[in-house]
C-alpha cells in the first residue's frame, strides 16, 4: 500500500515563498505519474502540477512561472517549491500518485482526482495579502 505524506505547509504573507514536501513509502509503479492538487472551502479539488515518470511536468496555467514540481528519487520525495504567493492561493494541498497513462511513461491528459488512487492527508497554505 502506497502512503503519501505531505509537509512543509504554513502561513506566510503574499509574495513569500514555501516549499511541501510529499514523502512516499514506495512509488505505485515503475512507470507513474505524481501530482499536487489543492482544495479550498467550498470549491473542487484542482490539480496544480504533475510530475511523469518520463520526468515530464505539467502546471495549471494559476501557478505557471510560480511553482515549481520536483522529485527526489534517492528520497522518494515529491516537492512543490511555491514562489510569489497570492491570496488566491490558499488552500489545503494534497500529494497524489497513480500508474502512468496507459503505455506511456507520463502524466494522462485528463488530471481528474479520480485518476489518482493514492493520497496525502494535506497540509494547509495560508497567504495573507
Known amino acids: 500500500q502506497v502512503q503519501l505524506v505531505e509537509s512543509g505547509g504554513g502561513s506566510v504573507q503574499s509574495g513569500g515563498s514555501l516549499r511541501l514536501s510529499c514523502a512516499l513509502s514506495e512509488y505505485p509503479d515503475s512507470a507513474y505519474c505524481m501530482a499536487w492538487f489543492r482544495q479550498a472551502p467550498g470549491k473542487e479539488r484542482e490539480w496544480v502540477a504533475v510530475?511523469?515518470?518520463?520526468?515530464?511536468?505539467r502546471y495549471a496555467e494559476s501557478v505557471e512561472g510560480r511553482f515549481t514540481i520536483s522529485q527526489d528519487n534517492a528520497k522518494n520525495t515529491l516537492y512543490l517549491q511555491m514562489n510569489n504567493l497570492k491570496p488566491e492561493d490558499t488552500s489545503m494541498y494534497y500529494c497524489a500518485a497513480g500508474r502512468a497513462y496507459r503505455w506511456y511513461r507520463t502524466c494522462p491528459p485528463d488530471l481528474a482526482p479520480l485518476y489518482f488512487r493514492y493520497w496525502g492527508q494535506g497540509t494547509q497554505v495560508t497567504v495573507s495579502s
Open positions: 510530475f511523469g515518470s518520463d520526468r515530464s511536468t
